[in-house]
C-alpha cells in the first residue's frame, strides 16, 4: 500500500468545524465499511460531504496545468498522481503534496485532507492561511 495516500472531501458547511477527530474517525470508518452496510454508509456520506463537480474540476486541471490526463488521473510524474472522483479525491504522494492541494484550495476551501494509514489529517485551509 502506498504510504503517501491522501483523501480530499468537502464537508458541509459547519459540519465538524471543531471536532476534526471525531470527522476522521467517521471518514475512516465509511472508508473500511463492510459491504453489507453500504446503505447506512451511502447515507451517512451525504450527510456529511458534498460531492465534487469533476467535470468542472477536470477542466480547471486541464486548462491551468501542463499535467498528463490518463485513465482519469492526473500525473505529476512518472509514479505520482491525483485521482478526482466525486465522492472524494486521492492524491498517492507527498512530494507534490502542497502543489496539488492549491489547486483544490482555490476550487473549494471546506476540505478535509485524510491520510488513513497515518492517521494524519487537516482542514485544508488551515495549510494556505
Known amino acids: 500500500m502506498v504510504k503517501y495516500m491522501y483523501y480530499l472531501f468537502i464537508i458541509k458547511d459547519n459540519f465538524f468545524k471543531n471536532n476534526s477527530d471525531y470527522l476522521f474517525d467517521i471518514l475512516y470508518k465509511l472508508k473500511t465499511m463492510h459491504k453489507e452496510n453500504y446503505n447506512y454508509g451511502i447515507s451517512l456520506y451525504y450527510n ?15 486548462a491551468k496545468t501542463n499535467l498528463k490526463f490518463h485513465n482519469n488521473k492526473f500525473y505529476l510524474d512518472k509514479y505520482n498522481y491525483f485521482e478526482i472522483r466525486k465522492s472524494c479525491c486521492v492524491v498517492n504522494n507527498d512530494k507534490y503534496l502542497r502543489e496539488v492541494l492549491c489547486i483544490f484550495y482555490i476550487y473549494n476551501k471546506n476540505i478535509f485532507v485524510c491520510n488513513f ?9 488551515d495549510k494556505f492561511r
Do not use: D, M, T
Open 117 to 125: 494509514e497515518s492517521k494524519e489529517y487537516f482542514w485544508l485551509k
Open 48 to 62: 456529511v460531504c458534498n460531492l465534487f463537480n469533476v467535470k468542472a474540476l477536470k477542466n480547471y486541471v486541464k
